[in-house]
């Protein structure tokens, strides 16, 4: 019983034998269809919308526009956004679009072949608008406002000043000047967007859906239709992968007032939408854009001295989560070294591409993307092996980060490049020092190997301030001894494993078998807040909060109650946002820490990159159940070697042209390391859950800097922008 513990997990046998459900697999009697009219303009004003024709169309039960939601408004860190764009809502400037994936009308009917007939019987009139799709553009100029309501398309500047601000540079004897730019990411999960809505014998308005964070979802859905929110259900099944894309709204809030609309007309049937591939890639949120401008200095010795760094995100049209995406870049945009004095500027710009949001990671792989590319080039430039200077300048037990604070207790960085590097081929000669000497080989006319190196740290948990808690219920039945436990837990299982975790820490915290306990999950009825299942949290949050309940059912057991019951609500050590002058914070309450190598073979003749190994060390705390864990490493590097080298998301004018599988490629097994090495690093967190961190998004950081220092290693060119297409690959090698 317990942890540390390899079993199947929880969820294995439905999966693999098709009987688990996801939400598209939902059929209630009698149930009806909806369809989504998206905008396809990047920018315009809607004058009119006729549905005339429309529902007149034989089978067509309800088509539902902008002045048909109560409140017609919806956002997780601002509610910017209409959940349907058009005149007469009440909201103002609620008449625009400002991305092609704003939705326009719901179309509701008995099949899914009437709704599609209606949804093209709409007729909508736009007076369009100049489009803004340069992020530079945007956050030079307020010529074209992309929400009229505020003064400037900036909606973020986050500010780092630390050390010698006005002089950062005064010690250094080598200065490294870049500048980066990384791409647009689709999370291409399994499961397009789908649920089913309905009210149920108690009043209850009932959804279910996919998502991350239930009980958020709730509250999205009441703020948007005026509804109590104990008069909204939300209830996941099984959900086919997130990685942050199912933060957001989706299909929540639009199933939610179709099945109010319905009711309000006497209708009481249930309502289904389930997306296609196409509409998943335009109606949900993506990895953003980042563009930076990064100044480091060091001495001749190794040492650090200075780092200046600009920040540009493509937030897109709307705030989403961008500016806690963009507060995490800035954070860790100097890596986990210690740097004496830094300036940091960090901004995020609205435009009329797709809203950026929440992925693996959290601005982390940009950021990384960034601070590892110039400690390589620095290492090159000073000509210092780059494991070295990287342990030349890694954060120690008790330094001040730029933002002025040090890092919690139970740093790994230093064992996890050590660990890594030795595993990797790394060399220590006789005075100590790492070295290798085989970093690049030609092994034929067009084929050249080299071997880069990265590492990075990640929060885990939320940052800056945000309201951080989990609550876990544990009921306890039986007579002399325990002889079952229901355990109530609000956390989504998003294919990570979560559930077999929370199932593994309950028999360990009440010291029974795992057969005895029963999960009742991802249910606002039956489970209080358990946050969201990102930024790396869920293991970390719930453990803590399943330990709480535990102590407290077992308390009340050996008073003989019956059953004996526990609530607990796990609050971590608080956090605290940037000061808006300088920066200073206490920023995160833990990290996890991970490093990376990685060989390649170019064919210079034709561009193409063929992955030979990868070894990723990654400090876990403790693994609760370490057969997730390899498979959470490996799923990152899947990730993150599409996000490296296959995945081109196109946007023209705003508009997707990469909207499907055959346009916007992602890996297959094919594409994988022919060796992948996951080494799992157990050093506990001094506040983790029986020492366990958080490690969801930590393989995914380093791998791109890795990369493209294995591809300078075997042909002497930087690759300052991704993904590496064989073209670009070429146009690269061809620069004289």
């Known amino acids: 019983m317990g942890v540390n513990k390899k079993i199947i997990r929880i969820d294995a046998l439905e999966k693999v034998t098709g009987k688990a459900k996801y939400p598209g697999d939902y059929y209630l009697p009698n149930q009806l269809i909806m369809k989504v009219l998206f905008t396809q303009k990047s920018h315009a004003i809607i004058k009119n919308i006729n549905i005339d024709d429309a529902v007149k169309i034989p089978g067509v039960v309800a088509i539902l526009t902008s002045i048909d939601v109560p409140n017609n408004e919806y956002g997780l860190m601002s509610p910017d956004q209409p959940v349907l764009c058009g005149p007469d809502s009440g909201k103002k400037y609620a008449d625009r679009v400002r991305c092609v994936a704003d939705k326009v009308a719901l179309i509701i009917a008995e099949s899914e072949e009437i709704a599609e007939m209606a949804r093209k019987a709409i007729k909508v009139d736009y007076e369009e608008l100049e489009i803004i799709d340069d992020v530079e553009k945007a956050f030079a100029s307020n010529r074209v406002l992309i929400h009229p309501e505020k003064e400037t398309n900036i909606f973020c500047h986050d500010k780092i000043r630390f050390g010698m601000t006005d002089n950062l540079f005064k010690d250094a004897e080598v200065i490294c000047e870049s500048n980066y730019s990384t791409p647009v990411q689709e999370h291409a999960y399994l499961q397009p967007e789908a649920g089913i809505a309905y009210y149920d014998e108690n009043e209850i308005l009932t959804i279910i859906v996919g998502g991350q964070w239930a009980h958020e979802d709730q509250e999205q859905i009441s703020h948007s239709l005026k509804i109590p929110v104990e008069k909204i259900r939300v209830i996941y099944p099984e959900i086919g992968g997130a990685f942050g894309g199912r933060e957001d709204m989706s299909v ?167 660990e890594c590097a030795e595993k990797s081929g790394w060399k220590i000669d006789h005075s100590g020092h790492y070295y290798r000497n085989d970093t690049s080989e030609v092994l034929s006319t067009s084929l050249r190997k080299g071997t880069g190196f990265a590492c990075a740290l990640k929060n885990v948990g939320f940052s800056f301030g945000a309201p951080e808690n989990c609550w876990a219920i544990i009921e306890l039945y039986g007579k002399g001894e325990i002889e079952s436990v229901t355990l109530k837990h609000a956390a989504a299982e998003v294919g990570q494993g979560s559930h077999t975790a929370l199932v593994l820490m309950a028999a360990k915290a009440l010291n029974v078998s795992e057969e005895k306990i029963k999960l009742i999950p991802s249910d606002t009825a039956t489970s209080k807040n358990s946050g969201s299942v990102s930024a790396s949290r869920m293991t970390f949050m719930a453990g803590n909060a399943i330990i709480g309940a535990a102590k407290i059912a077992i308390e009340n057991w050996n008073r003989e109650e019956r059953p004996a019951i526990g609530e607990f609500k796990y609050i971590p050590p608080a956090t605290s946002p940037f000061d808006l002058e300088d920066g200073h914070c206490n920023p995160n309450f833990a990290y996890g820490y991970v490093a990376e190598s990685v060989t390649s073979i170019v064919d210079i003749e034709t561009g193409e990159i063929t992955i030979e190994d990868v070894c990723v060390v990654n400090d876990v705390g403790n693994a609760i159940n370490p057969a997730a864990v390899e498979g959470q490493i490996e799923g990152a590097i899947s990730q993150a070697l599409g996000y490296g080298i296959h995945e081109k998301f196109i946007q023209d004018g705003g508009k997707i042209k990469t909207d499907k599988f055959s346009t916007y490629l992602i890996p297959t097994a094919l594409d994988m390391p022919k060796r992948l090495r996951s080494v799992i690093m157990q050093k506990e967190d001094p506040i983790g859950p029986f020492g366990a961190r958080g490690m969801g998004e930590m393989p995914y950081m380093p791998f791109v800097p890795a990369l493209t220092h294995s591809i300078f290693k075997s042909t002497g060119k930087w690759f300052d922008s991704f993904p590496l297409t064989p073209d670009k690959v070429i146009e690269k090698l061809d620069e004289k």
């Open 252 to 418: 929540q809030i639009i199933l939610g007032l179709a099945a109010l609309k319905l009711r309000e007309k006497k209708i009481y049937r249930p309502v289904k939408i389930v997306w296609s591939r196409e509409e998943s890639i335009i109606g949900h949120h993506k990895r953003h854009a980042y563009k930076f401008h990064a100044k480091w200095g060091a001495k001749k010795s190794g040492e650090l001295v200075g780092a200046e760094i600009k920040i540009i995100a493509d937030g897109g049209a709307y705030l989403s989560t961008s500016a806690k995406v963009l507060g995490n870049a800035a954070l860790l945009c100097t890596g986990p070294y210690r740097i004496p004095n830094v300036k940091v500027d960090a901004y995020g710009v609205y435009t009329n591409n797709i809203t950026g949001g929440a992925f693996r990671g959290f601005g982390g792989p940009q950021a990384a993307f960034e601070a590892e590319s110039q400690m390589n080039k620095l290492a090159d430039l000073l000509n210092i092996d780059p494991i070295e200077f990287r342990l030349m300048n890694t954060l120690k037990e008790g330094d001040a980060t730029p933002v002025s604070s040090p890092l919690p207790k139970g740093i790994s960085i230093d064992d996890v490049i050590r």
